[in-house]
């Protein structure tokens, strides 16, 4: 697995068609998942992780996981598409474990000038831009891939959680609350501080290099 080059796991797989063939009746080829997903999942790993080596641990714990469950796969989704999900679980079981230390959450306070920023659903009170609302598909474009990993990691470790548990792996705001013990205003107030940190990041590294920027 590198840990040089960011490469985006929802990014277009290399040899889909020949995977899809292979895997449609549900046939896995473990002896391939290194050479052709390593990369992809310890990116993955490291977009929610600061930890290098925690981040490889939990992608091979997801290959001894996926092997020990093949007999279940049955060709839905693609080999990488199946073992993401395996390895985000393997991220939110982490996540609990290092979030019930109560001292994690203990320097979260409430600024009402920044709840002030969002509605009673938890959404802002003003739209902001595409780019920062829908990653995911932001994440299709490998430059912005390449400074937006760069960006989120550089987020405090409690912002770069709270981003990446709703913005990327789409859960809930009960969900996250839960997964974390802390309130619905404590989650939208670091939601928006995630966001503002990068939309200042994206802004000076991506955005102003775009054609027709004048950059």
């Known amino acids: ?35 052709e997903h390593g990369d992809a999942m310890f990116s993955y790993a490291m977009l929610h992780l600061r930890d290098t080596e925690v981040a490889e641990e939990l992608v091979q714990d ?36 290092v979030s019930r230390r109560r001292e994690y959450w203990a320097d979260l306070e409430d600024d009402a000038a920044e709840t002030s920023a969002f509605r009673d659903d938890g959404h802002f009170s003003s739209p902001v831009r595409e780019w920062i609302d829908n990653p995911q598909q932001a994440l299709q474009q490998k430059e912005f891939y390449r400074v937006f990993t760069a960006c989120l990691q550089g987020l405090p470790e409690k912002l770069n959680t709270v981003f990446t548990l709703r913005e990327l792996d789409q859960l809930s705001t009960e969900e996250i609350c839960k997964l974390l013990d802390i309130t619905s205003t404590n989650l939208w107030v670091m939601l928006h501080r995630a966001r503002l940190r990068l939309r200042r990041c994206m802004e000076a590294r991506w955005l102003d290099t775009e054609p027709g920027s004048g950059a």
């Open 1 to 35: 697995m590198s840990k040089s080059a960011p490469v985006s796991p929802v990014a277009a797989e290399p040899g889909a068609a020949q995977e899809q063939a292979r895997t449609t009746a549900g046939h896995l080829e473990p002896e391939r998942w290194v050479e």
């Open 62 to 97: 997801t290959f001894v996981a996926a092997l020990a469950n093949a007999d279940g796969y049955q060709g839905r989704a693609s080999e990488r598409s199946w073992l993401i999900s395996i390895l985000k679980h393997k991220i939110i079981d982490h996540i609990r474990r």
